[in-house]
T-cell receptor, first 111, second 115 residues
Framework: GENVEQHPSTLSVQEGDSAVIKCTYSDSASNYFPWYKQELGKRPQLIID?????GEKKDQRIAVTLNKTAKHFSLHITETQPEDSAVYFC??????????FGKGTTLSVSS | DAGVIQSPRHEVTEMGQEVTLRCKPI?????LFWYRQTMMRGLELLIY????????DSGMPEDRFSAKMPNASFSTLKIQPSEPRDSAVYFC?????????????FGPGTRLTVT
């Protein structure tokens, strides 16, 4: 089955800097890669996703890139703000299967 | 839309007691997922239903855990007997058909504490 590795486990940046979180997956059949943000005490919320027919997707300050050959995908947050502080999870799956999540990255943005 | 609804939001119980967690998926969603979240193990998939049928229950820890989905609008996760190591936040999530179509939406979770 699918296995998703996520790095780093913690990330501290200064407000205004960029943050990058990286994930690798094992199953070459996976074709859907969402990212979730979980604030303290709350539920994970979908913030952006990418499908295997696309190499990059952007939504304001966040972007995701996918390298299917290397089986890795990354989340990029530019101009970070304190409200970006949260735990971020990557996930992967293929049609008809459940999402498999990485272990999460705790992002701290200090002002 | 009310989103995914879970009850109770918090449950404190003693070891050995039966615990039942409940979930109502978003109306029209055909897939339902139960996850367990702990600091040590992160978000673990326990079981996945599609059209009320269990598709993958390989993540269910042991026979003490069971899940049902009697209809499209209700699911339960039962732990009997409960143990302190079951303490975690249990999330239910639903998706329109497949999780890769429009993403997967989580409920608010049930925080379970077993003493």
């Amino acid at each position: 089955g699918e296995n998703v590795e996520q790095h780093p486990s913690t990330l501290s940046v200064q407000e205004g800097d960029s943050a990058v979180i990286k994930c690798t997956y094992s199953d070459s059949a996976s074709n859907y890669f969402p990212w979730y943000k979980q604030e303290l005490g709350k539920r994970p919320q979908l913030i952006i996703d990418i499908r295997s027919n696309v190499g990059e997707k952007k939504d304001q300050r966040i972007a995701v890139t996918l390298n299917k050959t290397a089986k890795h995908f990354s989340l990029h947050i530019t101009e970070t703000q304190p409200e970006d502080s949260a735990v971020y999870f990557c996930a992967a799956n293929q049609a008809g299967t459940a999402l498999i999540f990485g272990k999460g990255t705790t992002l701290s943005v200090s002002s | 839309d009310a989103g995914v609804i879970q009850s109770p939001r918090h449950e404190v119980t003693e070891m050995g007691q039966e615990v039942t967690l409940r979930c109502k998926p978003i109306s029209g969603h055909n897939s339902l997922f139960w996850y367990r979240q702990t600091m040590m193990r992160g978000l673990e998939l326990l079981i996945y239903f599609n059209n009320n049928v269990p598709i993958d229950d390989s993540g269910m820890p042991e026979d003490r855990f069971s899940a049902k989905m009697p209809n499209a609008s209700f699911s339960t996760l039962k732990i009997q007997p409960s143990e302190p190591r079951d303490s975690a936040v249990y999330f239910c999530a639903s998706s329109p058909d497949r999780a890769d179509v429009l993403g997967q939406y989580f409920g608010p979770g049930t925080r379970l504490t077993v003493t």
